[in-house]
T-cell receptor
Framework: DAKTTQPPSMDCAEGRAANLPCNHSTISGNEYVYWYRQIHSQGPQYIIHGLKNNETNEMASLIITEDRKSSTLILPHATLRDTAVYYCIVRSYNTDKLIFGTGTRLQVFP | EAGVAQSPRYKIIEKRQSVAFWCNPISGHATLYWYQQILGQGPKLLIQFQNNGVVDDSQLPKDRFSAERLKGVDSTLKIQPAKLEDSAVYLC?????????????FGDGTRLSIL
């Protein structure tokens, strides 16, 4: 499974867009990019996933570069409740595993 | 829709004792996963079930950990005997089907402390 690289921490002002980057330079053709987040004392929460096209849902947008070697999760209007650890995961269709790294700790401040 | 339910929420035991955790997945989800999350780390898969059969248990320490999913719905994870290094949060997740690109949905876990 492809590994991912994320910055350990980021800050964002409330109401601004939070852009969380992820590098996955060894991703292969059948591997999807998934994003989860984990708020303190809760289980990971699914946010969004994609293969090659950009995706948007009610929570966030996922922008995947054309070469698929990196992606960005965008929270359009961050709130204090978005403070969490965000995990970028490359998931192999063949193994069905989610292999979590250490993620990015996003702190949203007033 | 109701999410993944886990109990108990917290458990404190002494080393060498046994403990069991319970998970009720989202209704209709055929695939169930147990993860272990040590403080400061991301979750790590222990075992995966498809209905009541084991798909992957390669990371399960089988000398002390066991899991079952009778009737393909609820699941229990047991540790016997517990060691200090088993202190962690045990997370259960479920998805509609394995190898289908369906997202996994997680419960809030059981926090286990070993004294």
């Amino acid at each position: 499974d492809a590994k991912t690289t994320q910055p350990p921490s980021m800050d964002c002002a409330e109401g601004r867009a939070a852009n969380l980057p992820c590098n996955h330079s060894t991703i292969s053709g059948n591997e999807y990019v998934y994003w989860y987040r984990q708020i303190h004392s809760q289980g990971p929460q699914y946010i969004i996933h994609g293969l090659k096209n950009n995706e948007t849902n009610e929570m966030a947008s996922l922008i995947i570069t054309e070469d698929r070697k990196s992606s960005t999760l965008i929270l359009p209007h961050a709130t204090l409740r978005d403070t969490a650890v965000y995990y970028c995961i490359v998931r192999s269709y063949n193994t069905d595993k989610l292999i979590f790294g250490t993620g990015t700790r996003l702190q949203v401040f007033p | 829709e109701a999410g993944v339910a886990q109990s108990p929420r917290y458990k404190i035991i002494e080393k060498r004792q046994s403990v069991a955790f319970w998970c009720n997945p989202i209704s209709g989800h055929a695939t169930l996963y147990w993860y272990q999350q040590i403080l400061g780390q991301g979750p790590k898969l222990l075992i995966q079930f498809q209905n009541n059969g084991v798909v992957d248990d390669s990371q399960l320490p089988k000398d002390r950990f066991s899991a079952e999913r009778l009737k393909g719905v609820d699941s229990t994870l047991k540790i016997q005997p517990a060691k200090l290094e088993d202190s962690a949060v045990y997370l259960c997740a479920s998805s509609l089907a394995a190898y289908s690109n369906q997202p996994q949905h997680f419960g809030d876990g059981t926090r286990l402390s070993i004294l």
